[in-house]
């Protein structure tokens, strides 16, 4: 690729070989490692300060964050008694105002000398004296003539992250952002450009030498989000089109199974069920039946919010393929669910006489190998269980139909994985976390989707309050009033910390507490994280058996978990879960014929609308923000029962990497994009790689060969996948 990957950065002015060392040590090596290392803030005149300004805002009650600018004029340390406080006066436009330190205090005496100029952002407050002051504050080193630069030209200061190895080695804010400066002037105009022509050209993007000067040295705020923007739609754009050639190798190279409807067994089938289908099952089932008898692999994504019936959809599906002769598997997320899919289908499928088996972890030796061989001769019709799926030793005998629920905890490759079981075997994805639309088009960009929009009839929305903590004992006298009417109750405290050991204490404790003191009259159940699944099960059945009136759980109950007659839960610390996973949890009731209720408990201080003044949310603390947050989410949680809807503002509110749980995801993180931020620049990548594509799926063209040879050499790893599968 570019020579600039292999041109060491000593050779950058103001390097040389001793200062490169220092930055190969944090993987900066070449002089493209260090073009690319992009700022992580910009200081520009717009959200800096003066000092009266922000003496005027906190006079009107703001309580955010701001940044000004400051020259060191004086700094002194002073002592309480045995405790000391480092002070650091500074000038800004003829007014002073004042930086202090209770720790660190050596460090930061050192630090500041008198003259040096900084940017410095903090919460500031008006001390009894009525002068500004920041505690702890962040601060930017800028130099004499970068300081005058930003006041008479309105300059734009690019802001690096500079880690420990290169803070020792002396080089500090001021001189990286000068050799930085060196690196563009002498290089950015060598870079080689990594997008086509044509596509620069259409969607009207900036040269890739254009965009590194940009985003290091803008000058103007304009040219700055440019720069950015193509960035941003660079890795979009290659994430898309492997998207679009995984798509078009499933479809169009794969031969799959091509299934005859046969209409006896499913109509024998539905027939057993005690309720008809809802128009909008029907309109799935259609979809999925239409993939099935085409010769094109399914590649489809079923999602519906929790219990609107998606299960007897896949199972109408299984039918189908199971009486083409060919065998089915269900794939769920944990053993609990794997168990309860196992018996719920077991059952519905009787009728059939259909052979189902479930795989899961901890079966005894004997026994598995009797299920292996069952699947391996095609004597098991139907196969459910979990990851052990994946393991070696799984052999099917004709694998054609592939349900894998809770998609989004499994990764990618572990789906390829499964489907290279079978001869192309059509897939189906079952996901009752509402996944928002721009996700889907994006990230699911290889799948159809299918969306069952509609409650099964006589379904009551659940209602949903929100509540103080002062209020739990009204809370709990109203738990034992619905008790007395004979419904059951879910409680609910969050993982407080990541330890087990913590987690089990913290179990005993609530469940002790509960069931000696308000609810001593009452059967109260425990369930919790450090439960084997065997042991977890157990406590549920008791639970769906009504042995137990109540249930306590600090983790999250398991997704998909039925209990017909638990139709209050109560969630305590709601502030801390995240709104999927509070609409989740709020799923678990309601689902027989009473009225549903979800009590989410918060701590008072959260129900308190934070007061955003005149300045953006922007200028909120982390502390603010978070309490914020929290707020919308709760007030939503109340407001919606539509998983979609929620699904939307959480992607607003925490970014995707969130919902889905960055690590288990198998969902790509982005380096400059923020597909909740970015969702524009999202849609266009999208558009242009599929169109690409589309026009030209080998790539064959001349003014594609830089796709081709950007795959080769970026991508690797990811087209040894879409072989795979
Ligand atoms: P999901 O998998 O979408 O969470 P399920 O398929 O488990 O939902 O269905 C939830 C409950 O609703 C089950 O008890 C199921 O039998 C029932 N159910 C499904 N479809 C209907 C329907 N059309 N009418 C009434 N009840 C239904
Ligand atoms: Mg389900």
Redo the contacts with the bound molecule.
């Keep these: 690729m570019s020579e600039l990957s292999n041109i060491s950065l000593q050779f950058v002015k103001s390097v040389g070989p001793k200062r490169a060392k220092a930055f190969a040590d944090v993987g900066l090596r070449t002089v493209e490692d260090l073009l690319f290392y992009f700022p992580f803030k910009y200081l520009d005149r717009t959200n800096i300060l003066s000092v009266n300004r922000i003496l005027n805002f906190l006079r009107n009650g703001y309580e955010g964050e701001v940044t000004v600018i400051g020259t060191v004029y004086g700094k002194e340390i002073i002592r309480y008694g045995r405790k000391q406080i480092m002070k650091v006066v500074l000038l800004n436009e003829g007014q002073t105002f004042e930086c202090i330190w209770f720790a660190g205090i050596k460090y930061f005496k050192e630090l500041f000398n008198e003259g040096e100029t900084y940017a410095i952002s903090g919460k500031p407050v008006i001390t009894k004296y009525g002068h500004l002051q920041i505690a702890h504050p962040d601060f930017d080193l800028i130099d004499e003539k970068e300081n005058k630069d930003f006041f008479n030209t309105g300059k734009i200061i690019p802001v690096y992250r500079i880690p420990g190895k290169i803070k020792a080695a002396k080089i500090g804010a001021i001189s990286l952002r000068r050799i930085i400066h060196n690196a563009v002037s002498a290089y950015a105009n060598k870079a080689k450009e990594t997008l086509p022509a044509v596509v620069i050209k259409k969607q009207k993007l900036q040269e890739i030498r254009e965009a590194l000067r940009n985003v290091h040295f803008p000058e103007s705020p304009v040219l700055l989000k440019g720069a950015w923007e193509r960035f941003k739609f660079e890795e979009f754009f290659y994430f898309e089109i492997l998207v679009a050639l995984r798509k078009y190798l499933r479809k169009e190279k794969l031969t799959g199974i091509s299934f005859e409807i046969k209409p006896e067994p499913v109509k024998t089938f539905l027939d057993s069920l005690p309720?008809?289908?809802?128009k909008s099952?029907l309109k799935v089932l259609h979809e999925i039946r239409l993939d099935m008898q085409s010769p094109k692999p399914m590649n489809r994504l079923l999602q519906?919010?929790?219990?609107?019936?998606?299960?007897?959809v896949a199972v109408v599906a299984m039918v189908i393929a199971v009486s083409n002769g060919y065998q089915c598997v269900l794939m769920a997320p944990t053993e609990i669910l794997a168990d309860q899919h196992y018996r719920g289908i077991k059952k519905l499928l009787e009728i059939l006489n259909y052979n189902v088996i479930n795989l899961v972890g901890g079966q005894g030796k004997k026994q598995r190998e009797e299920i292996l061989s069952q699947i391996k001769s095609g004597e098991a019709d139907v196969v459910i269980g979990t990851h052990a799926l994946f393991e070696e030793g799984v052999e099917f005998n004709n694998l054609g139909f592939a349900i894998i629920d809770e998609q989004h905890r499994f990764g990618v490759e572990q789906r390829g994985k499964l489907i290279n079981k079978g001869f192309s075997p059509d897939v189906l994805v079952?996901s009752?976390t509402p996944i928002p639309r721009t996700l889907t088009m994006t990230y699911y960009g290889d799948l159809d989707v299918s969306t069952?929009d509609e409650m099964?009839?006589g379904r009551k929305p659940v209602k949903t309050f929100l509540r103080g903590e002062s209020k739990l004992p009204a809370i709990f006298d109203f738990v034992k009033q619905k008790i007395a009417e004979g419904d059951q109750a879910f409680i609910v405290y969050p993982l407080v910390e990541e330890s087990e050991k913590l987690e089990l204490k913290a179990a005993t404790l609530y469940f002790e507490k509960l069931s000696k003191t308000v609810f001593a009259d009452y059967k109260v159940g425990l369930i919790h994280g450090k439960m084997n699944w065997r042991e977890k099960e157990e406590v549920m059945i008791n639970f769906s058996r009504k042995e137990f009136d109540i249930l306590i759980s600090t983790t999250v109950i398991e997704v998909?978990i039925?209990v017909p007659a638990a139709n209050i839960i109560v969630i305590n610390d709601a502030q801390r879960f995240g709104l999927s996973q509070l609409h989740q949890l709020r799923g678990r009731v309601g689902?027989g014929k009473r009225q549903g209720y979800a009590i989410l408990v918060a701590k008072d201080e959260y129900l308190k609308k934070v007061k955003l003044k005149n300045i953006e949310t922007d200028y909120l603390s982390p502390a603010e923000k978070e309490r914020y947050k929290a707020f919308i989410r709760l007030k939503s949680m109340e407001k919606y029962n539509d998983g979609f809807k929620l699904a939307e503002i959480d992607l607003k509110l925490r970014g995707p990497g969130n919902i889905f749980g960055t690590e288990q995801s198998g969902l790509p993180q982005f380096k400059y994009g923020d597909i909740a931020e970015d969702k524009e620049i999202l849609r266009k990548a999208k558009s242009a790689a599929f169109e690409v594509i589309g026009n030209d799926p080998e790539l064959k063209t001349p003014d594609y060969s830089l796709i081709k040879k950007m795959l080769f050499t970026n991508f690797k790893k990811n087209l040894e996948y879409i072989k795979i599968a």
């Design positions: 309720f008809e289908l809802t099952q519906g919010d929790v219990g609107s019936g998606k299960t007897i079952m009752a069952i099964p009839a998909g039925d689902r």
